[in-house]
């Protein structure tokens, strides 16, 4: 019968890990434990690069003739490259080249100082403006349905990017980030996340911040899948896209 003295918990204890039998027990079930949390961790990791690849390579793949037609309608708009590069912010702070089909005009980035008293985000440190002066006929087409986000999948292939996880913000974001909104970058930067099925441009700063550490204290490969799930009928009603 146990004791609830706490003295005589501690004697009863000092006297079992005498044994050499019992410290090779808790020496094992230590062990095991150990185990057991490396590979919810590594395992739980290995199976969302896994997903990660074969998804983005059978999409690339099967979507090549897509992309191509994109392609071309991008380049008739007015000549311009077809693929827009940025530099983007990932997992702990890595930085890395972000790939989008065009949207906007190709003098976009000097036009920014106009419309930066229109954004539509008044908390936080996002731009979004709905009827952009900047985005071409074709461009709004392409954001309408996120088809400019296609190329996004050779930045999962490559493993700069996952398919699911908080949107890459820019490095000019990130510095003006809190460190409460630094927890964003634990993880691997995605295409799709919870507020990009939840309202998408719509939602504020604030709150991409908690439904993003919302997903790193949840995440999972069952989540990731329900997220993807979701974001087809999310593309497909155009709610929050622009």
Known sequence: MRTTDPQADIVRRYRQMRSPLRRWWLR???????LAWHWRLVGGWRAKRGFDIVTSAVLLAAGS??????????????????????????????????????????????RLAEVLARNKHAVGVTFKLADDPRVTR???????????????????????????????PLPREVAQYSLADRRRLAVPQGITCLWQISGRSNIDFTEQVELDVNYIERRSLWLDLCIVVKTVPAVLMSKGAY
Not at 28 to 34: D, F, N, P, S, T
Not at 141 to 163: A, C, H, I, T
Request: proline letters at 6%; glycine letters at 10%; zero cysteines.
């Open 138 to 168: 074709v461009g709004k087409w392409l954001r309408k349905f996120s088809f400019d986000e296609l190329p996004q999948f050779y930045n999962v292939l490559v493993g700069d990017m996952s398919l699911v996880g908080p949107r890459p």
């Open 28 to 34: 094992a079930r230590l062990r095991g434990k150990q």
């Open 65 to 110: 003739p897509f992309f191509l037609l994109v392609a071309v309608l991008v380049k008739l708009e007015d000549g311009g490259p077809v693929v827009f590069r940025q530099r983007r912010v990932g997992q702990h702070g890595r930085e890395f080249l972000m790939y989008k089909f065009r949207s906007m005009h190709v003098d976009a980035e000097q």
